[in-house]
């Protein structure tokens, strides 16, 4: 079985529904993050969380809210889609080093991704 | 524009041909990283490689870092067709995560056999 799975895997709504898009792992891993990728430009990060109790705003986070339900769920809403949030969107999870604080960078575990089409 | 950024934005070669891949970044580095992407799926970590470190070897990839130039290399030895995918290098420095945390635009790389 996967380690970080997504659902829904496809997508396609209209301009002003909400969307929640989710995020499951058994990695075991604290951090879990999700990003949007757009042609040509990389991914960008939309939110992160470190624990539980933690949630940060990443580089592109307006239009988009987020729910860290467990250690294991972490889930993205778009709470009044519109067109130019249509995208691939991955979440991600990462290993919390003891003692380094949140400036330590470990190696990122993706999920498949949500293809989302927004008409 | 972007912390780290990937050179050339694609590439073609044969297979059993080596690849190179550049990423040249503007600020100073806790570490960088390589992942590969496989059409439309998720990314793959390849090697993390911190900033006191020079090279790094994982299988028939080679990591260089360069901090003086700010830049990077991924070279792929004896490349085969399943080596197909888009390669991103990441940044990552300091404090702030959610900042400093930086996926390039990525290099295609094409294998033809």
């Known amino acids: 079985d996967a380690d970080v799975t997504q659902t829904p895997r496809n997508r396609i709504t209209k301009t002003g529904k909400r969307i929640m898009l989710e995020c499951s792992q058994t990695?075991?891993?604290?951090?879990m993050y999700w990003y949007r990728q757009d042609p040509g430009l990389g991914l960008r990060l939309i939110y992160y969380?470190?624990?539980?109790?933690?949630?940060n705003k990443g580089e592109i986070s307006d239009g988009y809210s987020v729910s860290r339900q467990a250690q294991a769920k972490f889930s993205l809403s778009l709470e009044s889609a519109i067109p130019n949030q249509t995208a691939l969107y991955f979440c991600?999870?990462?290993?919390?080093?003891?003692?380094?604080?949140?400036?330590?960078?470990?190696?990122?575990?993706f999920g498949p991704g949500t293809r989302l089409t927004v008409l | 524009s972007q912390q780290g950024e990937e050179d050339p934005q694609a590439l073609s070669i044969q297979e059993g041909e080596n690849a190179t891949m550049n990423c040249s970044y503007k600020?100073?580095?806790?570490?960088l990283q390589w992942y590969r992407q496989n059409s439309g799926r998720g990314l793959v970590h390849l090697i993390l490689?911190?900033?006191?470190?020079r090279e790094k070897h994982s299988g028939r990839l080679r990591v260089t870092l360069d901090t003086s130039k700010k830049s990077s290399s991924l070279l792929i030895t004896a490349s085969r067709a399943a080596d197909t995918a888009s390669y991103f290098c990441?940044?990552?420095?300091?404090?702030?995560?959610?900042?400093?945390?930086?996926f390039g635009p990525g290099t295609r790389l094409s294998v033809l056999p």
């Open positions: 490689i911190r900033s006191n470190e």
């Open positions: 969380s470190f624990d539980v109790k933690d949630i």
């Open positions: 990441a940044t990552a420095r300091g404090d702030n995560y959610g900042q400093n945390f930086v």
């Open positions: 990695k075991g891993h604290d951090r």
């Open positions: 991600a999870t990462s290993d919390d080093v003891v003692g380094s604080g949140k400036s330590s960078y470990n190696e990122q575990f």
């Open positions: 600020t100073s580095i806790n570490n």
